[in-house]
């Protein structure tokens, strides 16, 4: 019961770098597509654009992100192979 108790907080452990990482990712990813577009944007119209326009764009985006609730109905597909893969190891090691 113990050891069960363990894995789980090694898995929630895992999960939640997992979810910070894919976080952060997102965030970049999300700042560089304001940037593709800004960059688009100008090209069509051949006019510069301001830099306050695109800080604006990108903080009302980060503060999106930021949203817990929209970030919780995220569907996430994770491949559970590596898992079982670390489990078997683990249950080698604990048999030896």
């Known amino acids: ?44 119209e051949n006019v510069p654009v301001p830099l306050p326009a695109l800080a604006e764009d990108t903080q009302q985006t980060l503060g999106q992100m930021d949203n817990e609730a929209v970030i919780n109905q995220t569907e996430l597909h994770l491949s559970l192979q590596d898992n079982k893969e670390e489990e078997e190891e683990e249950e080698e090691e604990s048999d030896s």
């Open 1 to 44: 019961m113990l050891s069960r108790l363990q894995e789980l907080r090694r898995e929630e452990e895992t999960l939640l770098r997992v979810k910070a990482a894919l976080h952060d990712q997102l965030r970049r990813l999300r700042v560089e597509e304001l940037a593709l577009q800004s960059m688009i944007r100008a090209g069509e």
